[in-house]
T-cell receptor
């Protein structure tokens, strides 16, 4: 089955700096890679996703890149703000199916 | 946009009792719903996949007789934790998909904090 690894587990940046979170996956058949933001006591919220036919996708301050050959994808947040502080999860679908497998999460802290 | 409502948000129950958690897709029909469990400071672990009108598919290590899942309609799936014990205390989260493949994306509920005393 699919295995998703995520790094780093914690990340602290100064407000205005960029943050990068990286994930690798094992199943070459995976074709959907979403990123979620989870605040304390709440469910995950989709912030951006990418499909395997695209190498990069951007939405304002957030971007995701995908390298299918190396089987890794990354989340980039520019001009970070204190409200970006949360836990971020990457995920990948298993066997091109509907099952989402999550990474271990990254706790991002943006210092004012 | 797609909205998934999950209730209750918090529940405390006595050991040995059962608890039912509801997951509703409010503005779309969800052919497939998923149930996750999340322990403190850990990731989401998929427990089971439910398809409307058929039996749920459980992940390895998840007891199907303990975690009963019903997906009787295209907008409602329920998870019942039977004979709950303190070790079942966790954050349970559902998600819903419009289709069987990943192409339609997923929407997550707000989660249910279960505490068994």
């Amino acid at each position: 089955g699919e295995n998703v690894e995520q790094h780093p587990s914690t990340l602290s940046v100064q407000e205005g700096d960029s943050a990068v979170i990286k994930c690798t996956y094992s199943d070459s058949a995976s074709n959907y890679f979403p990123w979620y933001k989870q605040e304390l006591g709440k469910g995950p919220q989709l912030i951006i996703d990418i499909r395997s036919n695209v190498g990069e996708k951007k939405d304002q301050r957030i971007a995701v890149t995908l390298n299918k050959t190396a089987k890794h994808f990354s989340l980039h947040i520019t001009e970070t703000q204190p409200e970006d502080s949360a836990v971020y999860f990457c995920a990948a679908n298993e066997d091109s199916s509907y099952k989402l497998i999550f990474g271990s999460g990254t706790r991002l802290l943006v210092r004012p | 946009g797609a909205v998934v409502s999950q209730h209750p948000s918090r529940v405390i129950c006595k050991s040995g009792t059962s608890v039912k958690i509801e997951c509703r897709s409010l503005d779309f029909q969800a052919t497939t719903m998923f149930w996750y469990r999340q322990f403190p400071k850990q990731s989401l672990m998929l427990m089971a996949t439910s398809n409307e009108g058929s039996k749920a598919t459980y992940e390895q290590g998840v007891e199907k007789d303990k975690f009963l899942i019903n997906h009787a309609s295209l907008t409602l799936s329920t998870l019942t934790v039977t004979s709950a014990h303190p070790e079942d205390s966790s954050f349970y989260i559902c998600s819903a998909s419009r289709g069987g493949a990943a192409g339609h994306g997923y929407t997550f509920g707000s989660g249910t904090r279960l505490t068994v005393v």
